[in-house]
């Protein structure tokens, strides 16, 4: 299993990023994927799913700001963050679900997203 993430970088409050993560090892349309991000200090949260039928799910933190997509022909997930605030800053993971019960499987090495002015 790989996945890589890209598109973190420095955001202003209110602003907007987009999040993708490149997967490969594993039949990715077969799998559930996830963001997840640990701040400085902080534990890893879960903030988004989609399931291989495209169902998606959200953490409190995020719905109505964040929306998670994927492209099966791509082999990729997508996070599009809106209405950024400072406490969105972290670093942000792709992680693949180990099972429909676990979300929490392997993961790539993150991209750092900081929200500040």
């Known amino acids: 299993v790989q996945l890589v993430e890209s598109g973190g970088g420095l955001v202003q409050p209110g602003g907007s990023l987009r999040l993708s993560c490149l997967a490969s090892?594993?039949?990715?349309?077969?799998?559930?994927m996830n963001w997840a991000r640990q701040a400085p200090g902080k534990g890893l949260e879960w903030l988004s799913g989609?399931?291989?039928?495209?169902?998606?799910s959200y953490a409190d933190s995020v719905k109505g700001r964040f929306t998670i997509s994927r492209d099966n022909a791509k082999n990729k997930v997508y996070l599009q963050m809106n209405r950024m605030k400072p406490e969105d800053t972290a670093v942000y993971y792709c992680?693949?679900?180990?099972?429909?019960?676990?979300?929490?499987?392997?993961r790539g090495r993150g991209t750092q997203v900081t929200v500040s002015s």
């Open positions: 989609v399931n291989r039928d495209g169902v998606t």
């Open positions: 992680v693949k679900a180990l099972s429909r019960s676990s979300w929490l499987g392997p």
């Open positions: 090892g594993f039949t990715f349309s077969m799998s559930a």
